[in-house]
């Protein structure tokens, strides 16, 4: 999974930043991810999910 990094934080499902990375919203795809990265101007992160 991936997620969005801005600004020391990450891109959650609501269009806000937070700096918790369990509210984060997840990409299964690296490049649908890259694509949403780019416009905003954040990078991309792997995020390993543990159960």
Known sequence: MYAIKIFHGY???????????????LYAKKDSAEKIADVLGGRVKKIEITA
């Open 11 to 25: 891109l959650t499902k609501d269009g806000r930043r937070s700096l918790d990375k369990h509210e984060a919203k």
